[in-house]
């Protein structure tokens, strides 16, 4: 069986969608399925990552690449009478992993879908919400286009499982749960570990925005330095939509000073971070899924996340989950973690083990399992007694 797969993102964007198709494509490779693979990566944008680091340089798997815009790729296809599954040299399976349909001729459809954020909060009278009107809209007519032509669906998790089904009407039965690894972060991190940082610090990993609840995270830490601990709070990731609240919210605060943003971090220095942080803060309001919990976890950090959609799912007993929209309960979470060593210690005992559970070898082999079905399965609707399986 050969399998295509949109490899475009893995090729410029380091974190979401790259990330997972990278480590998914090193995964199959790594289960010695590398030679039935055609990557299609047609994009103007030079690749930001070496053959060594995307795991090709053996060249078990085809690289299918020409630098074009990607906007000319749907004109082309129709042009030519063509599909992408062509492109890659033809495959029983293509598979989609970002929400950027593409036509395809022959090969049955696989698409990944992480989320419905567009679903549950646009941009209104009540504030920023997790997105603009205009782009909900966008992002369900695309997903909802390509859940219309996949014989199977893949989500992160049974959360987003259920979301699919609920908000795009998609038969259970075409739905297949292929959980997220986080052991890339394990490449990063040094025999002895890394030394103390100057400064104890809590850290939090995410896109600065409306969903990622950075306001109360604000709040719950400006607490934390009335009550005299000692901590910065650094802050690592890029601006996102509503990003400007926040901003103008930590000009504001009298804990401005101890408040540290960074906007872009490598790989390596943000393993380095969440080794040397004494806690992760990630009280998110709407997740697919959440990796940063899982890596912090792998790196030995204790987790403070939220008891909403997918965290209690993915973390379960192994972080402190708190109701995201109470900064009382998120201060205190914080503050018993930040001074309690025998309790943060439990939730680094439990995270290590948490975290053993999710690998992209993992991934890689459920995600193997969905194209041999999506092979093998007709067009009918299948059986719906078979949920998230």
């Known amino acids: 069986m050969r399998v295509g797969i949109d490899y475009r993102s893995a090729l410029v964007n380091r974190e979401g969608i790259g990330r997972y198709t990278r480590e998914l494509v090193r995964g199959l490779i790594g289960h010695g399925f590398g030679g039935n693979l055609g990557l299609f990566g047609y994009t103007l944008a030079a690749r930001r990552f070496g053959l060594d680091e995307l795991g090709l340089r053996d060249g078990r798997a085809e690289l299918c690449r020409l630098r074009m815009p990607s906007r000319w790729i749907p004109g082309l296809l129709r042009r030519m009478g063509k599909g992408v599954d062509d492109l890659v040299g ?34 209104g009278e009540d504030g920023p919400g997790f997105l603009g009107v205009a782009e909900a809209q966008r992002m369900r007519a695309a997903i909802q286009d390509l859940v219309s032509r996949a014989r199977l669906v893949l989500v992160p998790c049974r959360f987003v499982g259920a979301d699919v089904v609920m908000n795009l009407g998609v038969n259970p039965g075409r739905v297949r749960v292929t959980s997220l690894g986080c052991d890339h972060v394990l490449a990063h991190l ?168 999710f690998t992209w070898s993992g991934c890689a082999r459920d995600t193997l399992l969905a194209y041999q079905a999506a092979r093998d399965m007709g067009d009918d609707e299948p059986s719906m007694q078979r949920l998230f399986t």
């Not at 399976?93 to 992480?114: D, K």
């Not at 503050?335 to 995270?351: F, S």
């Open 90 to 123: 033809g495959c029983e399976v293509y598979h989609h992993t970002q929400p950027n349909a593409l036509a395809v001729r022959e090969a049955a459809q696989v698409v990944t879908v992480f989320d419905c954020i567009w679903a549950h909060d646009a941009e």
């Open 190 to 357: 040094p025999p002895g570990g890394f030394g103390p940082p100057p400064t104890p610090f809590v850290l939090t990993v995410s896109r600065v925005d409306a969903r990622k609840n950075h306001l109360r995270m604000l709040r719950a830490f400006e607490r934390l330095v009335r009550e005299g601990l000692p901590h910065r709070w650094i802050v690592a990731g890029p601006p996102g939509h509503g990003h400007e609240d926040f901003l103008a919210a930590l000009e504001r605060s009298p804990a401005r000073d101890r408040v540290e943003w960074r906007r872009q971090v490598g790989e390596a220095d943000l393993v380095r971070l969440y080794a040397q942080a004494d806690l992760l803060l990630w009280a998110s309001l709407n997740e697919g899924f959440g990796l940063p919990p899982l890596e912090a976890m792998a790196c030995g950090t204790p987790v403070v996340t939220s008891l909403v959609t997918s965290m209690p799912e993915i973390c379960g007993e192994a972080a402190f989950l708190v109701e995201p929209t109470d900064e009382e309960r998120i201060f205190e979470a914080a503050r018993r973690l930040l001074t309690e060593e025998d309790l943060a210690e439990e939730y680094r005992r439990l995270g290590h083990r948490r975290a053993r559970e």
